[in-house]
């Protein structure tokens, strides 16, 4: 696993963080780390105690049962109980363990509660469509026949009294739609009952679960502007739930300059399109996580026919054309001191003989962690612009874990460390469909720090790093934004690869 550890800083692009208020008691403490290539994408954990001490304990503790969960249901290492478990004869009963008797029963449940909607052999078709994508061709409807009737069969059998499950096919299973919710439940008891602390949330992918004594700030990530400092759907807060999202904007395949969720109806054998978003909040992890991958699935009228079997379960689904749909009580779990940005007016600048920026453009900058071995802590790191006399116009994010490290970053710092005392204490979960591990993406709408949006021209855009006792990077990228859309790639340095600059329209 390679860790980093983060916070998102009050001084995000688009929409302040809601106040985080943290019923607490005396000397409590919210402490926040985070991780990449956890199950094949981020992890965050936040633990409110006294000390340090604890609080690295409870995440340990943690730390220990996603490992060993992981080494039960990973069907991408050789070595994990379900991949012995689908190497076994056909129709020979096995012992498995509690957690992987657990997990094959859930899709038994679920597959008959969604009417086939979810289902572990989703795979054989998920396949079909990842092969099909590198020859860019859609598969024929001869190969999504065949698919959906491998898909139909009954492919094993459980004996509760014996504890066993019996491999009836040899077709593909994959447990990701439950794996994730049922990993993050069990690492938060875990850390609850290792330590001394009184609260714990633990956030693997934007699927998150929140126990103890806090209200956590939950931002819901909008998927038609889905960038790190895009403004979210909504403010949470959230006491004693777990959240899950599931869409297609993050992952998928694209044939033919067209895009196709990876998320498939084993029912068609085809990828799913009428929904791309779906946000479930229940008392469950296991329920939130199953509902929010059945309503990508399933028409309107029959998502809510199943939220209505789970006690609790509210949601919010945003269709294919924006249309958005809410549960009747997902109102209720908005933050009343939540507000929408407010975008302050100025009399526009004297902008001489240029143009102020125009409305309508953007600058997308996406960039990749990377991978050092060896070295596992994920940099410090601060985005911002500076316009060509130098002066910084617009910071778009900074990302850290302890305010005694933030000096470190001494550009950044050097100018924005005033500002940056008197906004720290700003942390929210966030929750969106699977990301890559990684992989990030920032805005910039043209904006300066009070709202107005500045004049065209030239600016540079500077991403410094820091590692704990080791390297400060820069990275500066002149740009010239005025009409004329460009695209320009940085190789990045020792810690960030794979940087493009896109000014483009919206």
Known sequence: MKIFTTVLSAFLLMGALPNTEIPHKTKQRLFVSN?????????????TSETEAQAEKAELAALAEIDRLSAVFSAYDANSEFSHWMKQDLNKPVKVSAALFDMLSLFEQWKTKSNGALDASAAVAGKLWSDAAKNQR????????EAVATMGKIHYQLDRANGTATRLSS??????TFAKSYIINLAADAALATAN?????????GDLVVKGNVKDPVNVTNPLANAENDTPLAHLLIENKAVA???NYRRGENIAGKWYSH????????????????????????DAG???????????????????????????????????VESEGWSKLIDPNSVLPVVEHHTLPNYGAEKPWDAKHELVIDLELKRIEGNSHRPFAAIWVENENKVAVR??????NKTKWVPDLRNWYRINGDKFKENKDNYASVTGATRNPGKYTIKWDGKDDKGAYVRQGKYTIIIESSKEHGTDEIIRQPMELKKALKKVTNAGNVEISNVTFDFRKK
């Open 138 to 145: 859609v598969p024929n409807t001869k190969e999504i026949k």
């Open 197 to 205: 602390v009184s609260a714990v949330v633990v956030n693997i992918g």
């Open 245 to 247: 999202t599931s869409g």
């Open 395 to 400: 910071n778009l994010a900074l990302w850290y």
């Open 263 to 286: 998320i498939i109806d084993p029912r068609t054998g085809k990828p799913v399109e009428g929904v791309i978003s779906a946000t479930v909040v229940a008392p469950s992890a296991t």
């Open 171 to 176: 077709s593909p299973l994959v447990m990701n």
């Open 35 to 47: 991780y990449e290539n956890v199950l094949g994408t981020s992890l965050e954990f936040k633990i």
């Open 290 to 324: 199953a509902l929010a991958t059945a309503f990508n699935v399933l028409n309107l009228t029959e998502s809510k026919a199943l939220a209505a079997t789970i006690t609790d379960a509210e949601y919010l689904i945003i269709t294919k054309d924006g249309k958005r």
